[in-house]
Nanobody, 120 residues
């Protein structure tokens, strides 16, 4: 079974940096891509960014220039970086991965989510 575990969330200072990480574990033959979604209170989940195992990135139009996604293939880990945080944000960030558990079987794995609260 593939598991994704997010970390790095919690209470952060406005104007500070945010760096979330998501580590995958389990039976993973290969990784197609991993990325991040976020869900503001009372709103639907939305794509933030995705990075492929080859390093290509895709960002939602609404977050371009504000987020940076990166990853480490050796650790099967994806990161999300934001240098300037808007005050009074309180969103849940979810990690997602498209992975192959064998040469022919793939799975869309989701993490449980980590809450990010920006407050002074």
């Amino acid at each position: 079974q593939v598991q994704l575990v997010e970390s790095g969330g919690g209470l952060v200072q406005p104007g500070g940096s945010l760096r979330l990480s998501c580590a995958a574990s389990g039976t993973i033959f290969s990784v197609a891509n991993m990325g991040w979604y976020r869900q503001p209170p009372g709103k639907q989940r939305e794509l933030v960014a995705v990075i492929s195992s080859g390093g290509s990135t895709t960002y939602a139009d609404s977050v371009k220039g504000r987020f940076t996604v990166s990853g480490e293939n050796s650790k099967i880990t994806v990161y999300l970086q934001r240098s300037i945080l808007k005050p009074e944000e309180k969103d849940v960030y979810y990690c997602k991965g498209l992975m192959f558990t064998s040469g022919n079987a793939n799975i869309n794995a989701w993490g449980k989510g980590t809450q990010v609260t920006v407050s002074s």
